[in-house]
């Protein structure tokens, strides 16, 4: 008879595993992080943005995992690695051992356009390619952040989860047991070539029977998914010196994609911190228009059509929902909601003690600037691609009817600061994109527009920032009127084309943001101690966009050989398998949200224009 449980801590002690030590596998709903250790450690179910069903990154004892691993004496020596077949997003970790070597092999199907089946599939192959190792499997679900109650039921082939709002089941090719503990584990032993074989698949109206899958089963399944990988990889249109790279930093993108809609998520995780045992704990799981420019640019440039249209389409969506006043809110749900509100999971204790642990996130709310020129931009770089409709051209000219009313105004810029606004530098500058962009595309396109308005204005933010947000004292630009700190987000000025790299003044804040905010190739975003407080009064890891911003930007102004040992140097500080998290703390150590977007965007960015740079293509 099915038991209802609410997940409970095993008696055997677990511990966080670096956030570095995990792969990522998806199905462009949703992903799942697995470990070194064979754990699936976090997915949410049936979307990104859903609550987790397995949460034990954020709390190992009420969390919830699914992991499968070898059972070794505490004496015997292991090796643990993992890759990823090439040019795919299927995962292969392995334990090697003086006894005998074996595999998991993970990936999540995915779903064919137009699909009405509502399931999402995790495949586990578990198979010893050397010798013999004994393996234990345990499956403790943890429904709604660990807040939901389940029953869990043996069936023939299997075990099935049911909460309130989700069921999942359990296939195996072996005999489960429960675990006491609302979970269910197994213990086999596998020799060289055997193999065992576990699929997790969800549903909503509680009707599953799971079914094991044959080795034919398995073997299309997984000839199928590692085909979508490689056909939508062999697009890929970049062939420079970081193929390996750029070409990961697609795939992971492509991951954090949410198919229905083409957005595409900051990150697929919350909370993993920005400081171990800091507050700078956030939910990413939404889209950012921040990320726009960058993503358009860098689908583009790479030869992902489909990805950039479809991600337009979003932004266009979004642009036809203007506020009344005409202005726009600085992120929104995957699927285009407006409502993030920012709750605190206390029951959690957060990954490695790091609380609090939020979901949503209270900065939709805030007023942001700079988002207009980052979506101007990427309107901009998209319209050289394809053209854009009147409809939209139309709602741009009300959006910018409202900018020029309010870029004056004090926000709470790029980073977010939880403090109180400032006049921040950045969202001048990007207040000028915005308008600079709609000119340019008004001229290309004979659309009707306000031109010498727009002129004007764009003159006038120009001159300002020249004359305000520059500090003769400190010979740099700042971070915000008034002040005299420096600010990583200064390099923007030389991508977005708003100042020249050559220019003595940018020269000036390059060497500076060198001397104050960078530590050996990592490039902090200010330093808090002298910039606009954030609220939060807490320390953090570099950042590593801006480290790829320095990069490009020395390599634009004709430093190359400073360019390149940044690039290189930062490119030794993704995870085992090329990926990165926000940000990289003092010996190395991946923090922040994991694998993060903006990071990887700017990866692409700076290695296509590291590559133009040394071919002597580049024009600045």
Same mark, same amino acid.
């Given at each position: 008879?099915?038991?209802?449980?609410?997940? !409970?801590?095993?008696?055997?002690?677990?511990?966080?595993?670096? !956030?570095?030590?995990?792969?990522?596998?998806?199905? #462009?709903?949703?992903?799942?992080?697995?470990?070194?250790?064979? %754990?699936?450690?976090?997915?949410?179910?049936? @979307?990104?943005? %859903?609550?987790?069903?397995?949460?034990?990154?954020?709390?190992?004892?009420?969390? &919830?995992?699914?992991?499968?691993?070898?059972?070794?004496?505490?004496?015997?020596?292991?090796?643990?690695?993992?890759?990823?077949?090439?040019?795919?997003?299927?995962?292969?970790?392995?334990?090697?051992?003086?006894?005998?070597?074996?595999?998991?092999?993970?990936?999540?199907?995915?779903?064919?356009?137009?699909?009405?089946?509502?399931?999402?599939? !995790?495949?586990?192959?578990?198979?010893?390619?050397?010798?013999?190792?004994? +393996?234990?499997?345990?499956?403790? *679900?943890?429904?709604?952040?660990?807040?939901?109650?389940?029953?869990?039921?043996?069936?023939?082939?299997?075990?099935?989860?049911?909460?309130?709002?989700?069921?999942?089941?359990?296939? =195996?090719?072996?005999?489960?047991?429960?675990?006491?503990?609302?979970?269910?584990?197994?213990? +086999?032993? #596998?020799?060289?070539?055997?193999?065992?074989?576990?699929?997790?698949?969800?549903?909503?109206?509680?009707?599953?029977?799971?079914?094991?899958?044959?080795?034919?089963?398995?073997?299309?399944?997984?000839?199928?998914?590692?085909?979508?990988?490689?056909?939508?990889?062999?697009?890929?249109?970049?062939?420079? @010196?970081? $193929?390996?790279?750029?070409?990961?930093?697609?795939?992971?993108?492509?991951?954090?994609?949410?198919? *229905?809609?083409? %957005? !595409?998520?900051?990150?697929?995780?919350?909370?993993?911190p920005e400081t171990l045992g800091g507050a700078r704990n956030w939910d990413y799981r939404y889209t950012w228009l921040r990320d726009a420019a960058f993503s358009i640019y860098s689908l583009l440039i790479l030869g992902f059509y489909q990805e950039a249209e479809a991600f337009m389409g979003w932004l266009d969506a979004r642009c036809h929902e203007l506020k009344e006043n005409g202005s726009l809110q600085p992120m929104y749900t995957i699927d285009g909601g407006h409502d993030l509100t920012e709750l605190t999971l206390d029951h959690l204790e957060?990954?490695?003690?790091?609380?609090?642990?939020?979901?949503?996130?209270?900065?939709?709310?805030?007023?942001?600037?700079?988002?207009?020129?980052?979506?101007?931009?990427?309107?901009?770089?998209?319209? $050289?691609?394809?053209?854009?409709?009147?409809?939209?051209?139309?709602?741009?000219?009300?959006?910018?009817?409202? #900018?020029?009313?309010?870029?004056?105004?004090?926000?709470?810029?790029?980073?977010?600061?939880?403090?109180?606004?400032?006049r921040f530098l950045h969202s001048r500058v990007m207040s000028w994109v915005a308008f600079d962009r709609a000119i340019r595309i008004a001229r290309h396109r004979g659309l009707p527009a306000p031109l010498t308005e727009w002129t004007n204005t764009s003159s006038q933010i120009y001159e300002e920032v020249m004359q305000q947000g520059w500090d003769e004292k400190t010979k740099s630009f700042i971070q915000y009127y008034g002040s005299d700190a420096i600010d990583a987000s200064s390099l923007l000025m030389v991508l977005t084309k708003f100042t020249? *790299?050559?220019? *003595?003044?940018?020269?000036?804040?390059?060497?500076?943001?060198?001397?104050?905010?960078?530590?050996?190739?990592?490039?902090?975003?200010?330093?808090?101690?002298?910039?606009? =407080?954030?609220?939060?009064?807490?320390?953090? &890891?570099?950042?590593?966009?801006?480290?790829?911003?320095?990069?490009?930007? #020395?390599?634009?102004?004709? $430093?190359?050989?400073?360019?390149?040992?940044?690039?290189?140097?930062?490119?030794?500080?993704?995870?085992?398998?090329?990926?990165?998290?926000?940000?990289?703390?003092?010996?190395?150590? %991946?923090?922040?949200? +994991?694998?993060?977007?903006?990071?990887?965007?700017?990866?692409?960015?700076?290695?296509?224009?590291?590559?133009? =740079?040394?071919?002597?293509?580049?024009?600045?």
């Amino acid at each position: 008879m099915a038991q209802e449980h609410i997940f !409970i801590p095993s008696s055997k002690n677990r511990t966080y595993q670096p !956030i570095e030590d995990y792969g990522v596998i998806g199905d #462009l709903h949703t992903v799942a992080l697995v470990g070194k250790n064979g %754990a699936i450690d976090w997915c949410c179910i049936p @979307r990104f943005d %859903a609550p987790s069903v397995f949460g034990a990154l954020l709390d190992v004892n009420k969390g &919830g995992t699914f992991r499968i691993s070898p059972v070794f004496e505490q004496t015997t020596s292991v090796g643990r690695r993992q890759m990823y077949l090439p040019e795919t997003n299927i995962l292969i970790t392995r334990f090697l051992t003086a006894d005998g070597v074996g595999e998991i092999t993970d990936f999540m199907p995915i779903k064919q356009p137009g699909s009405k089946v509502l399931q999402h599939h !995790i495949i586990r192959e578990v198979k010893v390619v050397r010798g013999s190792l004994p +393996f234990e499997m345990v499956c403790t *679900p943890a429904f709604n952040y660990g807040r939901d109650q389940h029953t869990t039921t043996i069936s023939n082939h299997g075990a099935i989860f049911h909460s309130d709002s989700l069921c999942l089941g359990l296939a =195996a090719t072996i005999p489960l047991e429960e675990d006491g503990q609302g979970g269910v584990r197994a213990n +086999f032993t #596998l020799h060289t070539n055997q193999r065992a074989y576990f699929v997790l698949e969800s549903a909503q109206d509680h009707d599953l029977e799971p079914q094991p899958l044959t080795t034919r089963q398995y073997e299309r399944a997984f000839q199928e998914t590692m085909s979508y990988w490689q056909n939508w990889l062999s697009q890929c249109q970049y062939q420079g @010196r970081w $193929r390996e790279m750029v070409q990961r930093s697609a795939l992971v993108l492509k991951l954090l994609t949410y198919a *229905p809609t083409g %957005a !595409i998520v900051a990150a697929p995780t919350t909370s993993l911190p920005e400081t171990l045992g800091g507050a700078r704990n956030w939910d990413y799981r939404y889209t950012w228009l921040r990320d726009a420019a960058f993503s358009i640019y860098s689908l583009l440039i790479l030869g992902f059509y489909q990805e950039a249209e479809a991600f337009m389409g979003w932004l266009d969506a979004r642009c036809h929902e203007l506020k009344e006043n005409g202005s726009l809110q600085p992120m929104y749900t995957i699927d285009g909601g407006h409502d993030l509100t920012e709750l605190t999971l206390d029951h959690l204790e957060g990954y490695r003690q790091s609380s609090p642990v939020r979901i949503g996130n209270g900065a939709y709310k805030q007023k942001q600037l700079d988002i207009y020129g980052e979506l101007m931009d990427s309107i901009y770089i998209f319209n $050289r691609h394809q053209d854009i409709s009147y409809d939209l051209w139309h709602n741009l000219r009300h959006l910018l009817d409202w #900018l020029g009313q309010h870029w004056q105004e004090p926000d709470e810029g790029i980073w977010e600061v939880r403090g109180g606004q400032q006049r921040f530098l950045h969202s001048r500058v990007m207040s000028w994109v915005a308008f600079d962009r709609a000119i340019r595309i008004a001229r290309h396109r004979g659309l009707p527009a306000p031109l010498t308005e727009w002129t004007n204005t764009s003159s006038q933010i120009y001159e300002e920032v020249m004359q305000q947000g520059w500090d003769e004292k400190t010979k740099s630009f700042i971070q915000y009127y008034g002040s005299d700190a420096i600010d990583a987000s200064s390099l923007l000025m030389v991508l977005t084309k708003f100042t020249g *790299p050559t220019d *003595p003044r940018m020269r000036d804040t390059i060497d500076r943001i060198q001397k104050e905010l960078t530590s050996d190739s990592h490039v902090y975003r200010y330093n808090p101690t002298r910039a606009a =407080a954030d609220g939060l009064g807490s320390l953090e &890891g570099t950042f590593s966009p801006c480290s790829f911003w320095l990069a490009e930007t #020395l390599a634009r102004s004709g $430093r190359l050989s400073e360019a390149r040992l940044v690039l290189e140097k930062m490119l030794t500080y993704s995870n085992h398998l090329g990926l990165y998290a926000e940000e990289i703390g003092p010996t190395g150590e %991946a923090l922040g949200n +994991f694998p993060q977007a903006f990071t990887h965007l700017s990866l692409i960015s700076t290695c296509y224009n590291m590559d133009r =740079a040394l071919n002597g293509t580049l024009l600045r």
